[in-house]
């Protein structure tokens, strides 16, 4: 199975984009985020024609993600329990659509958009540190009550944990969001509550998957680490395949991301046919 996350910041912008992409690429479950639509918006027919079904969360022009499979998708849950809100007043915090999950074969896949942070000191990375914590506890928490499904969750995660993650300049220990202390052992807690490791560094151990419009950032590979897939052991233990699609950040209106895949091993089922003779 080819599984990808990607950030496609606008998928009715990008989704002729994305839709010949997840063909070209064989992909058989893609886990989008920042769709930036309603489910009403969504371009259901283009995947539809391709032989995706879609499961989207989106409540207005901001954030929304989605799981997108040629597989089957069963059990879909919008959020997950615990999931924080936010309200910069902090007096009415409201659900966010930053996080779907579902059953395709025998995996349970998550795609999530974990908050930007904004700036140190600002709510919103208060928010961001607390989304990642209860994130980590559901899933924690899913895995306890279903231990012999596999676990995978995709996405970006805005925070790039390794200093080798981070090859834009104008990202300062100290002073930039994405790179702090907090931001790192936030989501270092989250897989470890949840028994996840990251599926694709041990096969692509450099390379950035997001790369910002300006300044010429691309061309010059100045970019970060934030796009993740990580699993739990089950599924950590049949990956044979990984890639960065650096490649899809060219072209005709890019997104500012690109897809982050990885393959792992089917067990071929039995076939019981009769013996030939």
């Known amino acids: ?46 995947f539809e024609a391709a032989g995706y079904e879609v499961f989207h969360w989106g409540l207005n022009q901001w954030n929304g993600v989605a799981i997108v499979s040629r597989r089957g998708i069963s059990h879909g849950e919008q959020g997950f329990v615990g999931m924080p809100g936010f309200d910069k007043n902090g007096t009415d915090p409201q659900p966010e659509a930053r996080a779907v999950s579902a059953t395709v074969g025998n995996m349970r896949l998550w795609s999530v958009y974990v908050p930007n942070g904004r700036g140190l000191n600002d709510p919103h990375m208060a928010y961001k540190l607390d989304w990642i914590e209860a994130l980590g506890q559901a899933m924690a928490d899913y895995s306890k009550e ?64 997001y790369f910002d419009y300006k300044q010429g950032k691309f061309r010059k590979n100045h970019g970060i680490r934030i796009d993740f897939l990580f699993g739990n052991h089950t599924v950590a233990d049949a990956v044979v395949g990984a890639s960065i699609e650096r490649d899809q950040r060219t072209g005709e209106q890019p997104s500012d991301h690109v897809p982050v895949v990885v393959d792992l091993h089917e067990e071929e089922e039995d076939f019981d046919a009769p013996m030939v003779f």
């Open 146 to 209: 279903n231990p012999h499904i596999g676990t995978l969750v995709g996405g970006d995660f805005n925070v790039a944990p390794q200093p080798e993650d981070v090859g834009d300049p104008d990202f300062v220990e100290g002073v930039s969001t994405h790179i702090s202390p907090a931001e790192r052992g936030a989501l270092d807690s989250m897989l470890h509550t949840a028994g996840l490791s990251d599926l694709v560094r041990p096969l692509v151990p450099e390379g950035f998957s």
């Open 1 to 46: 199975m080819r599984i990808a996350t990607w950030n496609v910041n606008s998928i009715r912008t990008r989704k002729l984009r994305v839709v010949d992409f997840l063909v070209d690429a064989d992909i058989d479950v893609a886990l989008l985020q920042e769709t930036k639509c309603t489910n009403e918006q969504f371009p259901l027919e283009e």
